[in-house]
């Protein structure tokens, strides 16, 4: 952790200790930073260079766009908060072989899009803008904070065939929760800190109504679009129960597959993660249950 940072987390802890209000001033600015961007990993390197580069302007900022292949069927990827697109690498190099056209972005402040800020609707309008380039998606990928923002997006109109949620976090209020309780926020500061951050993103909006329009598990998908989960079993960022209440939510619609070992970012390379898409996007919710994998995610779901 930067020495910065570090004193930024002491100065809120202590202030917690007097003023829960003025410790959520404090934790703000580091619950929203999302720099400094992401280098691209050297075994995504190659895919990452392969690409075919282009923009899109995203609320007034430059916002770069990646995009493989040129097959007819066109499959959106979302990466999560601080990540870039080469993170989708390996999926990348599956689903570029049987024939798909994959198109990624990188959300202001990341990867190699420029900025220092961003939020969840520099999401969504990128994902907007892209289904205007491109039609309707075969289907959406998003991993983390990117399969939150897919969810939205889809619930909100975005057309698809599908959606799949790697590591995927189900509401925005967990983010902050998770947050704060990294801090070691009292329960006081970590709500101040909730208002605060709805004050500063949607300040026109009451609070209840972005908690309720934010959270995938409260509105789900469409009935016509089927959802397949992934999440490993010991992820530390974001717990696989948050997959779970997604898959209680949408039940016989999406299917749960949990990987053992692979953690919140090596899950989007594991042999079941790639498995499963495959199936999935070839046979749908069949085709997962075909493979074996869905008999093994209902089960684990009761567990």
């Known amino acids: 952790m930067h020495p910065a940072v570090i004193a930024a987390v002491a100065a809120a802890r202590t202030a917690d200790r007097v003023s829960p209000k003025l410790a959520a001033r404090l934790a703000l600015p580091l619950f929203r930073k999302a720099g400094p961007a992401l280098a691209v990993r050297e075994h995504d ?3 990452h260079e392969s690409a075919r580069r282009s923009t899109i302007t995203v609320r007034g900022r430059r916002v770069a766009v990646s995009e493989w292949g040129t097959g007819a069927d066109v499959v959106l990827l979302a990466h999560g908060w601080r990540g870039r697109a080469s993170q989708f690498a390996p999926v990348v190099r599956e689903l570029r072989a049987e024939g798909y056209r994959l198109v990624a ?3 202001p402040a990341n990867g190699d899009s420029g ?16 289904q205007a380039q491109h039609g309707r998606f075969h ?5 983390s904070f990117g399969a939150l923002a897919a969810l939205t997006a889809v619930h909100e109109g975005t057309a698809t065939g599908g ?12 983010l902050i929760d998770a947050f704060a309780e990294r801090v070691e926020l009292s329960a006081a500061a970590t709500g101040a800190l909730r208002r605060d951050f709805v004050r500063g993103v949607f300040p026109a909006e009451p609070e209840t109504s972005v908690w309720e329009r934010f959270d995938a598990a409260a509105r789900p998908l469409p009935g016509d679009v089927p959802l397949l989960l992934v999440h490993d079993a010991a992820d530390r960022e974001v717990l696989v129960s948050e997959s779970h209440r997604l898959h209680a939510a949408h039940g016989e619609r999406s299917r749960l597959v949990v990987t053992r070992g692979s953690g919140h ?13 495959d199936a999935f996007m ?7 249950d075909a493979s074996g994998l869905g008999h093994q995610a209902r089960a684990d779901t009761s567990a």
């Open 139 to 143: 289907t959406i990928i998003g991993h």
């Open 282 to 288: 070839s046979g749908g919710l069949a085709g997962v």
């Open 163 to 174: 959606v799949v949620a790697i590591a995927g976090v189900s509401r925005a209020k967990y």
């Open 115 to 130: 900025g220092r800020r961003t939020d969840i609707r520099d999401w969504l309008a990128a994902i907007e803008l892209l």
């Open 265 to 277: 970012v090596r899950v989007l390379g594991a042999d079941p993660t790639l498995d499963a898409i």
């Open 45 to 47: 390197r190659a895919v």
């Open 105 to 107: 972005f990188d959300a």
